[in-house]
């Protein structure tokens, strides 16, 4: 097996996530990079943060001005759709409002976990969704990642 060109460092700050994420935060992360064809120029960093809502609150108000906790939050360090190399950002997920939207949206914890990772990577390699362009191109690759990931379409009616 050939190493990745991109290490993913898991930090929990919440010792009450499932301990058995990192294998798929991986695998969420190498699918988003491989269908995202991104370019890859070189060893790369990743870090991903398991934290709670308490925290994330703090952080979504402190860098985007909303008094509120949210699910993911991403932090990219490239240049948008600029070359894979480097330390490329950091992710957060709150493990509360994830486990609260999987189950109103009838999703298993993992599911919903794996979207989210491809969702915050997707950010950190440029794209977003600020209008219905951006939206319909991020959510199309993201459905495209995660049935490779076989992981149901999550913005199926």
């Known amino acids: 097996m050939t190493a990745s060109p991109l290490d993913i460092a898991v930090i929990r700050n919440d010792e009450a996530w499932p301990e058995d994420l990192d294998p798929l935060a991986e695998r969420a992360v190498l699918e988003a990079l491989k269908q995202s064809k991104a370019k890859v120029k070189g060893a790369a960093e990743l870090s991903i943060l398991l934290t709670n809502d308490e925290e994330q609150h703090e952080l979504n108000k402190q860098w985007r001005g909303k008094d509120s906790s949210t699910n993911v939050l991403?932090?990219?360090?490239?240049?948008?759709?600029?070359p894979v190399v480097g330390i490329l950002g950091?992710?957060?997920?709150?493990?509360?409002?994830?486990?609260?939207?999987?189950?109103?949206?009838?999703k298993s914890?993992?599911?919903?976990?794996?979207?989210?990772?491809?969702?915050?990577?997707?950010?950190?390699?440029?794209?977003?969704?600020?209008?219905?362009?951006?939206?319909?191109?991020?959510?199309?690759?993201?459905?495209?990642?995660?049935?490779?990931?076989g992981v149901e379409d999550p913005y199926a009616d």
């Open 74 to 82: 991403s932090f990219p360090q490239i240049e948008p759709f600029g």
């Open 109 to 149: 914890f993992a599911d919903h976990f794996t979207h989210l990772v491809v969702h915050g990577f997707l950010h950190i390699l440029g794209y977003d969704h600020m209008n219905d362009e951006e939206a319909l191109q991020m959510e199309s690759l993201e459905t495209q990642i995660l049935a490779k990931l």
């Open 90 to 106: 950091d992710i957060t997920l709150a493990r509360e409002t994830l486990e609260r939207e999987a189950a109103d949206l009838d």
